[in-house]
């Protein structure tokens, strides 16, 4: 093949390869590459209804020290949200007015939150510092994840409902 058909195979490629990725985007349909939740495609649907505990979601971070921390040290992946990352997928563990107790594992309402840990150092061996717990605020929503290395609101806390971007629904996922 000649340098200049080559060139124009490559650039119609790339240009079919962002028309997918636009569409996706447009669509609600996002790639999850951590390992929070199952890896994939998943894609983000409208509320209809009152988020409630249970609920998975997709949620972007406000600019505050906790998003400026999990961009440093890798926790969150870069996107499109304010602040330049992407958005979490996250499970609802609990709604405004809840009151959350953070020790070595989180309480809600007196009740232990399963697969809660929290840990005082990351994988690599830097200092983390657990929220401090408190009564969840109106219009926040505290977050959690099963997997044990999660960066949830253990580390930074209830998010405002604003960032919520929808439900999150696996489309083509896979535990790795």
């Known amino acids: 093949m000649k340098p200049r058909a080559a060139m124009s ?34 894609r983000i649907e409208r509320a209809v209804a009152p988020i409630k505990v249970g609920d998975l979601i997709f949620i972007c971070m406000p600019v505050s020290p906790g998003l400026s921390l999990g961009l440093t040290r890798g926790y969150l992946r870069p996107g499109l949200c304010p602040g330049g990352a992407g958005p979490l997928i996250k499970t609802v563990a609990a709604l405004p007015g809840a009151q959350i107790a953070v020790g070595q594992t989180v309480t809600i309402d007196g009740r232990p939150l399963a697969h809660s840990g929290v840990r005082l150092i990351d994988a690599e061996g830097r200092p983390l510092t657990a929220d ?24 930074f806390g ?6 919520l971007l929808g439900l999150a629904r696996p489309v083509a996922t896979f535990d790795p």
């Open 9 to 42: 195979v490559i650039g119609l490629g790339a240009a079919a390869i962002a028309a997918i990725a636009g569409l996706g985007w447009v669509g609600g349909f996002r790639l999850n590459a951590t390992p929070s939740y199952p890896l994939g495609l998943w």
């Open 158 to 163: 209830p998010l405002p409902e604003a960032g």
């Open 132 to 155: 401090g717990g408190g009564i969840v605020p109106p219009g926040h929503l505290y977050l959690h994840s099963d997997y044990a290395g999660s960066y949830d609101s253990r580390y």
